[in-house]
């Protein structure tokens, strides 16, 4: 998909046909990823945990389009829903490709650097124009791509809004991926966020700048502790969250694959810790005591 996606842009105005439509190509795998959706949605949401600072836009442009599927899943939409959804997401900062890419890389940005920032929006709006004729689906990518930044209460974020105007469904699942995979991947100006710290983040922010209802679906998706959390845990062993609970009522309980066991020698072999099980007088035999960096 990342290296779809990169062709996808470095191809623009080219002459594709030799090698077929980028276009279809990035559909089908949008796709085939929508069918891991329904089938094992687990899989894909640990896929988007995954996170490599190189080539970030494309990197992010595929995440957030992983967990826009996910969030859409949950949410009980149609297989072609979530196609558009996901393609969505895939375009929605690609704007940052059109002259933005070494700005994106600055460790501090001065006020031309932030309005030029800003711009990636409309950007992308134009990029997604130029891209054949307009049907829903092309409609819908553009709206996203529009509004992803502005704020849920329409009181901030970018470009301006008309307050209490609705945003698109598509905008605000897609403003909340965008923000999650973008704090829990390092930048030049700060390191990454635990997955952990990343939702508290956002949480805060529920209600402001993003919908509440869809932030608890996210929570709900990737559980209290996301996929490749660091933790501690009561036995003193250290790992991260490998897995989330079968059971769909214990989201807080992940599986916990330990790296470290409580003398902080390295693990030599795979041991995973169930932290929804139980001891037969009832008890829960491990738990977490706290989050760490990984």
């Given amino acids: 998909a990342v290296l779809a996606v990169k062709r996808f842009i470095t191809e623009a105005g080219k002459d594709s046909a030799v090698d077929g439509d980028p276009r279809l190509k990035l559909?089908?795998?949008?796709?085939?990823?929508?069918?891991?959706?329904?089938?094992?949605?687990?899989?894909?949401?640990?896929?988007s945990a995954i996170k490599d600072a190189t080539d970030y836009v494309y990197n992010h442009a595929v995440n957030v389009a992983i967990?826009?599927?996910a969030m859409g899943r949950a949410l009980g939409l149609s297989r072609g829903n979530l196609v558009d959804l996901g393609l969505s997401g895939m375009f929605a900062d690609l704007g940052f490709t059109?002259?933005?890419?070494?700005?994106?890389?600055?460790?501090k940005l001065d006020d031309k650097d932030k309005e030029a920032m800003s711009q990636h929006t409309v950007n992308a709006v134009k990029l997604l124009l130029g891209r054949g004729a307009l049907?829903?689906?092309?409609?819908?990518?553009?709206?996203?791509?529009?509004?992803?930044?502005?704020h849920y209460d329409g009181k901030g974020g970018y470009p301006e809004h008309e307050r209490g105007r609705p945003l698109h469904l598509f905008s605000r699942i897609v403003a909340i991926a965008?923000?999650?995979?973008?704090?829990?991947?390092?930048r030049p100006w700060r390191e990454a966020f635990p997955p952990?710290?990343?939702?508290?983040?956002?949480?805060e922010?529920?209600?402001?700048?993003?919908?509440?209802t869809l932030i608890k679906l996210l929570v709900n998706v990737l559980g209290t502790y996301p996929l490749g959390t660091g933790v501690m845990l009561s036995t003193g062993e250290r790992g991260v969250v490998y897995h989330g609970s079968a059971d769909a009522a214990a989201f807080d309980k992940p599986i916990v694959k330990v790296t470290h066991?409580?003398?902080?020698v390295a693990m030599g072999r795979t041991l995973l810790r169930d932290l929804n099980e139980r001891a037969p007088d009832g008890k829960v035999r491990y738990y977490i005591t706290a989050v760490e960096q990984v």
Avoid at 27 to 47: G, H, K, P, S
Avoid at 196 to 203: D, G, H, S, T, W
Avoid at 261 to 264: H, L, M, S, Y
């Fill in 178 to 186: 965008d923000s999650y995979d973008a704090l829990t991947t390092i």
């Fill in 196 to 203: 952990a710290e990343a939702l508290r983040i956002m949480m």
């Fill in 261 to 264: 066991d409580d003398k902080g």
């Fill in 67 to 69: 967990l826009s599927v």
């Fill in 98 to 107: 059109q002259g933005l890419l070494d700005t994106l890389e600055k460790a």
């Fill in 135 to 150: 049907n829903r689906s092309s409609m819908r990518r553009i709206i996203t791509a529009f509004q992803h930044h502005v």
């Fill in 205 to 212: 922010e529920r209600g402001k700048k993003f919908d509440p």
């Fill in 27 to 47: 559909t089908r795998i949008m796709q085939d990823l929508v069918d891991i959706a329904f089938e094992r949605a687990n899989l894909l949401v640990r896929v």
